[in-house]
T-cell receptor, first 111, second 117 residues
């Protein structure tokens, strides 16, 4: 079963707008990671947030983590057409770095 | 350049046939992973290997087999026992035991799309 569940499943925005997607999970984690997947390609790692961190930034990306609510959010600011992709959260709940992926949020950025 | 190479990009399987998907990495990672992705879905773990000559079943291992004879290579065989093999298969590598295993991003290849003839 999927540990992480993303919400919404799909998101359509205009270029320049912000995109926010959420991830919920069920059990305690070591860290949570966000990945991007362009159509027909492999996943690309975006950002990792540890269980003792609450917020992390990387360029136009901002990730928050609330372990009490077992949820995380990914914010993409000032979106571009090139941000069109599927975004997945993945949780690492044990040693050995075995990740469990959510179902993803498909983001369409219209020029 | 360092990275992960999957081949072939497209593969067709006949009824009753076993097929093998290749995955090679030059990132010097101990750990390697195989995932299956169905259309519009997330990734499900098939098999993973934390170190050479060792591997473990993931969540959906039935109908698949792997080997890990070299650090750089982790081939996946889709056997005839896998009745619904049509999917996008992704290979990944990560730090593994040498880095303590935790808090390591995974690096992905560009996938192999497998279809039934």
């Amino acid at each position: 079963s999927q540990q992480g569940e993303e919400d919404p499943q799909a998101l359509s925005i205009q270029e320049g707008e912000n995109a926010t997607m959420n991830c919920s999970y069920k059990t305690s984690i070591n860290n949570l990671q966000w990945y991007r997947q362009n159509s027909g390609r492999g996943l690309v790692h975006l950002i990792l947030i540890r269980s003792n961190e609450r917020e992390k930034h990387s360029g136009r990306l901002r990730v928050t983590l609330d372990t009490s609510k077992k949820s995380s959010s990914l914010l993409i600011t000032a979106s571009r057409a090139a941000d069109t992709a599927s975004y997945f959260c993945a949780t690492d709940k044990a040693a050995g770095n075995k990740l469990t992926f959510g179902g993803g949020t498909r983001v369409l950025v219209k020029p | 350049d360092g990275g992960i190479t999957q081949s072939p990009k497209y593969l067709f399987r006949k009824e009753g046939q076993n097929v093998t998907l290749s995955c090679e990495q030059n990132l010097n990672h101990d750990a390697m992973y195989w995932y299956r992705q169905d259309p519009g879905q997330g990734l499900r773990l098939i098999y993973y290997s934390q170190i050479v000559n060792d591997f473990q079943k993931g969540d959906i291992a039935e109908g698949y087999s792997v080997s890990r004879e070299k650090k750089e290579s982790f081939p996946l065989t889709v056997t005839s026992a896998q009745k619904n093999p049509t999917a996008f298969y992704l290979c990944a590598s990560g730090g593994g035991y040498s880095t303590g295993g935790k808090n390591q991003p995974q690096h992905f290849g560009d996938g192999t799309r497998l279809s039934i003839l």
